[in-house]
């Protein structure tokens, strides 16, 4: 079946310590975004990529880095310079065209020690 | 930013038709009208979108004003299972998309 994964569910990180969150889409999208969620709260996003070695950021990218080597991949680093990385962590995909509807993945719940 | 406004939270009694408001006064004549659902603890669903005519499928309809400043999602016969966060987005095709706070829908059995 297509789709977006991600992975893992739930990531434990320490103090000082760079994580990295997987998103990998077999629906052949060329958009897609990184968007953090804090309890009760909508959206933000984060970064976003159009093409493959392209990304721009988004309202909160400070503290986050992405590639997109691969077309079906965005991988997301929460860094040590994000202070506050307690989310949960969503990817999503937009197929080309004008209507950009996106497709989501599970997410990711990542939690600070 | 293509921006939208929605109520926080409304209040549905089960087995009865759900209209959710969302007003988007700045609209541009190619921006589409997106809706999403999200569940607890799960990544927003996609429900409908539009540009200028009312549309339904399976799960909803969304109703479009003339002028295209706001749009009502229509729940024709809500169930417990339609209790979630509901989000109007406008979708421009070369801009980022921004989603606000969305309308929490509880479902009254």
């Known amino acids: 079946d297509g789709g977006i994964t991600q992975s893992p569910k739930y990531l434990f990180r320490k103090e000082g310590q760079n994580v990295t969150l997987s998103c990998e889409q077999n629906l052949n999208h060329d958009a897609m975004y990184w968007y953090r969620q804090d309890p009760g709260q909508g959206l933000r996003l984060i970064y976003y990529s159009q093409i493959v070695n392209d990304f721009q950021k988004g309202d909160i990218a400070e503290g986050y880095s992405v590639s997109r080597e691969k077309k079906e991949s965005f991988p997301l680093t929460v860094t040590s310079a994000q202070k506050n990385p307690t989310a949960f962590y969503l990817c999503?995909?937009?197929?080309?065209?004008?209507?950009?509807?996106?497709?989501f993945g599970p997410g990711t719940r990542l939690l600070v020690l | 930013d293509a921006k939208t406004t929605q109520p926080n939270s409304m209040e549905s009694n089960e087995e009865e038709p759900v209209h959710l408001p969302c007003n988007h006064s700045?609209?541009?004549?190619?921006?589409?009208i997106h809706w999403y659902r999200q569940l607890p603890s799960q990544g927003p669903e996609y429900v409908i979108h539009?540009?200028?005519s009312n549309v339904n499928n399976r799960m909803a309809s969304l109703a479009i004003a003339e002028d295209r400043k706001s749009s009502t999602l229509i729940l024709h016969r809500a169930t417990l299972r339609d209790a979630a966060v509901y989000y109007c987005i406008l979708s421009r095709r070369d801009d980022k998309i921004i989603f606000g706070k969305g309308t929490r829908l509880h479902i009254l059995p």
């Open positions: 539009g540009l200028t």
């Open positions: 700045t609209i541009s004549g190619t921006d589409y």
């Open positions: 999503a995909s937009t197929p080309g065209g004008g209507t950009k509807t996106q497709y």
